[in-house]
């Protein structure tokens, strides 16, 4: 069950990822965040009002609220490195935020076996090299690699939290709630302050337009990212938080591979590579 959940995060959020980088490409990245995760929260609102969520609310909702306060954070520090670049080697970075939750639950005693201490290395490996780094070419600003690494440890501290945010199926509505509304008000304040220094908030051509006519793909990338954290909540705590980490965060290879087969990109030979490594990783983590 951990293997079947975590692998259906990674392709959530590597779909969730790339119609996410579609959309920035038409809107500010910032807007595009809040946008969609807007949509989640009033989709997640009826879900937990229709299954009486509200009454699994409890202490261990902190932990919804500050992996909600912890994401927007990383997902503009992401951005920003982007922007600084170059990006071939800032994505695969990024996914480096793995460590967190392996770090975690190798505090809490979990020891994995020999297949699966191999299974995380060549996965780790293959998700980097999916990315396609550019080991040739513009010089890496240390700013970029700085907020990069700030970005993959918010990706996996925003990971470790939610998992502890519920034990119930119910009580994980609320908490994914609790989180997305979280994540609007920081992105929202995050949004008003950069509006107010001038930057814009909706496209300069089409304007309010684009957004209108973006919504079913704004709340494809809301929805998509929500329903990764849940599976991936219930991977964590029915199994290895080592391996269900390991395998969540194949996403960039569910990235690449969209971008293959839906825009043509061709794909580097280290990408290729990376893939083939990411799956024989996969396989020696869910047969160990």
Partial sequence: MTALFALATSLLWGLADFGGGLLTRR???????????????????????ATGGWHEA???????????????VAMLSFYKALALGPMGVVSPLGSLGVAVPIGVGL?????????????????????????????????VQRQAIGLTLVAAFGFGAVMTLIAEASTTITGLFLALFV???????????ALYASVKRGARALPEDGGMRVIWSSLPALAFVG????????????????????VAAVLANLYPVVTVLAALVL??????????????L???????????
């Avoid at 409890?58 to 927007?72: D, K, T």
């Avoid at 989180?179 to 304040?189: D, F, I, L, P, S």
């Fill in 58 to 72: 409890g202490a261990q909702l902190w932990y919804a609220v500050a992996a909600g306060a912890v994401g927007p």
């Fill in 278 to 288: 990411a799956l024989v990783g996969t396989v020696l983590l869910a047969g160990g």
């Fill in 179 to 189: 989180q997305r509304v979280t994540n609007v008000a920081v992105g929202g304040t």
């Fill in 107 to 139: 505090m809490i005693g979990e020891r994995p076996g020999l297949l699966q201490f191999a299974g995380i290395a060549v996965a780790v490996a293959g998700i980097v090299l999916a990315g396609g780094p550019e080991l040739r070419g513009a010089a």
């Fill in 263 to 276: 825009l043509k990109e061709r794909l580097r030979l280290v990408q290729a590579t990376g893939a083939g």
């Fill in 223 to 242: 929805l998509a990212d929500v329903a990764a954290n849940g599976t991936y909540s219930i991977a964590a705590q029915n199994g290895p938080v080592t």
């Fill in 27 to 49: 809107a500010p990245a910032l807007t595009v965040v809040v946008a969609s995760q807007s949509v989640a929260v009033v989709v997640l609102g009826a879900i937990v009002v």
